[in-house]
Structures are given as C-alpha cells and as structure tokens.
C-alpha cells in the first residue's frame, strides 16, 4: 500500500537470522500461548487435521498456518516426552484419562472457585470426576468477572451449569449472593446495567 517493496523469504533460517530477538521472542511466545490453548480447549494433535480439512470457510492462508502450527506442536510434544516432562494442560488430560480407564477413589464433595475462569480441559476432569465417583460438586464464581478467554476460559461452561450437571436423579440448585460489601450500590447499578446487555449473561435480579 506504501510502495515499499519487501524481499521474499527463502526460508525459516534467512528468517530467523534477518529478525531482531525481540520480535522472535514474541513469535514464540505467541505460537506456545497458541499450542495452550489449544489444549485448554480439551484439542488433541488430531483436531489439527479435522478443522483444517472439514471448515470450508477456512482460507488457504489460515490452512497452512495451522499446518504450520502443528508441525510445532508435535516437535513440542516430542520434547517433552524425550526430557520427561509434561505441561499443566497434558497433566489435566492425562488425570482425566486415567479416571476414566481406572478404579480411583473419588471424594463424594467436590467445591471449585472462581468457576467463572473455567477451561474446557477443566471442565471435562471436573465432569468425569462427578460422574464416576457419583459425588456432590458445588462451585462458585460470577458470570460477571469472567474475563480469561484469552486464557482458555469458556464463560457458557458457567452460563450452561445447570443443563450440564443436571440428572435424573437431582437439578442443581442456583444460590444468589444478592450484597457485596466491595462496592458502593450505585456503581453495582451502572455496571449492572452495562452488562446485563449482554443477553447471555445470568439474569441477577
């Protein structure tokens, strides 16, 4: 657009060679961000394949950076394993699977905070833990404050509570805190007022 003519790039090599360290720093740190929350949302290296070859609306750019991407992923997940290791996300994973294939003893009362931060891999150890151990879970949290999607965080895990753990055998019940000592009532009002126009948030009144 500016008339500047920019040289091509011949290869990963010229590439890293000809850019400053900060800026790769920032690549890589945003490419790893990537890879974890791409776990966060309970995706495997599978998931690569399926959302490249079954979305039409994805663009031949977007197909070959995720292709891209999960070359990276898997040399990630090579690494790990060959230096024995595991990250966080692997480690909900793994403790997932190992509840559902074993016998492990579950307790029957389950309390999570701040579940308005909730992740889908989270979600998923949580929901297998209530499920195979038959245990009571109560959590807590505000759909208000959920502001970690940037980390993983699916506010319609918080919004959708009720469908998601209801049973045959018992409905979740819904307790609302209705006083706040943190802030003065006419700032709650003006806030209030601001989110609640956000059709999907939990009518609080």
């Known amino acids: 657009e500016n008339h500047i ?8 090599e010229s590439f890293c060679t000809s850019t400053q360290k900060s800026t790769l720093k920032l690549l890589f740190r945003d490419l790893y961000q990537f890879i974890l929350l791409w776990k966060r949302r309970g995706w495997t ?4 394949d399926h959302r490249i070859n079954n979305n039409p609306n994805l663009s031949l750019k977007d197909q070959e950076v995720l292709k891209t991407i999960k070359k990276l992923y898997q040399y990630y997940q090579y690494y790990l394993q060959n230096n024995h290791q595991v990250d966080f996300e692997d480690m ?5 699977q190992r509840l559902k294939e074993n016998d492990v003893t579950i307790p029957k009362y389950i309390i999570v905070d701040e579940y308005q931060d909730i ?9 297998t833990m209530v499920e195979k151990g038959n245990a009571k879970v109560t959590v807590v949290g505000d759909d208000w404050q959920s502001i970690y999607s940037f980390a993983g965080s699916d506010i319609q895990l ?3 509570f009720s469908r998601t753990f209801s049973s ?5 019940q819904i307790f609302r805190i209705q006083k706040t000592y943190r802030n003065s009532q006419e700032l709650i009002d003006i806030a209030g007022a601001f989110i609640m126009k956000n059709k999907k948030q939990i009518q609080n009144k």
């Open 45 to 48: 290296e599978h998931d690569f």
């Open 168 to 172: 045959e055998k018992q409905e979740p």
């Open 158 to 160: 918080f919004t959708q």
């Open 119 to 127: 992740s889908y891999d989270r979600f998923l150890f949580l929901k």
């Open 5 to 12: 003519v920019m040289p091509r790039v011949p290869s990963w």
């Open 92 to 96: 909900i994973h793994l403790a997932t």
